[in-house]
């Protein structure tokens, strides 16, 4: 005989593959901590605030979110695209800054969720040399959020984390 699913199961939102981002959706309040001079041995951090709204796209597939940051003297806007593919597990985010005249479509960062916290990474350059760029997305929940994002310049042997944020639902 099998037992039916309990309800707190039931009630208990699946945090990985497809639906690891489903609680993302809506509107957030940002408090972000941006380290000065990435990769440079700063430890002088900027701190501001920011606004985001999610939503989903692709029948779930998919979402998206339109940020704004207020960070001082150099407010701005991007846009997250992010897809799931179903076959691998992984999820691929592509980040578009506003702040380029026609648009920058950063690499994607490749990656997925194991116990709640989602690992992402990818290679890119930063004042010409190459580096690799991780992103983790740990704490989500209804009402809140954290995001972190580091820098290899020794291909993942070490890491400076060189941004911090930390989402509240507003909507």
């Known amino acids: 005989m099998t037992s039916a699913p309990s309800v707190q199961a039931a009630q208990t939102p699946d945090l990985s593959g497809l639906h690891a981002f489903d609680l993302r959706v809506g509107k957030w309040k940002i408090h972000n901590r941006v380290l000065k001079a990435r990769l440079a041995g700063s430890h002088d951090w900027l701190q501001y605030d920011g606004a985001q709204t999610w939503w989903k796209i692709l029948n779930g597939l998919g979402n998206v979110d339109d940020t704004r940051l ?41 990656g997925r969720f194991a116990n709640g916290v989602g690992t992402f990474y990818s290679d890119d350059s930063l004042r010409g040399k190459p580096i690799k760029v991780r992103f983790i997305w740990s704490k989500i929940t209804r009402t809140s959020a954290h995001w972190e ?21 507003i909507g």
């Open 149 to 169: 994002q580091a820098y290899s310049p020794d291909g993942g042997k070490t890491w400076e984390t060189n941004w911090i944020s930390d989402f509240t639902r």
């Open 70 to 110: 207020d960070k001082p003297g150099d407010a701005y806007s991007g846009a997250t695209l992010r897809a799931y593919d179903p076959k691998t597990g992984q999820w691929a985010i592509w980040w578009l800054d506003g702040r380029t005249p026609t648009g920058k479509l950063d690499p994607p960062m490749l």
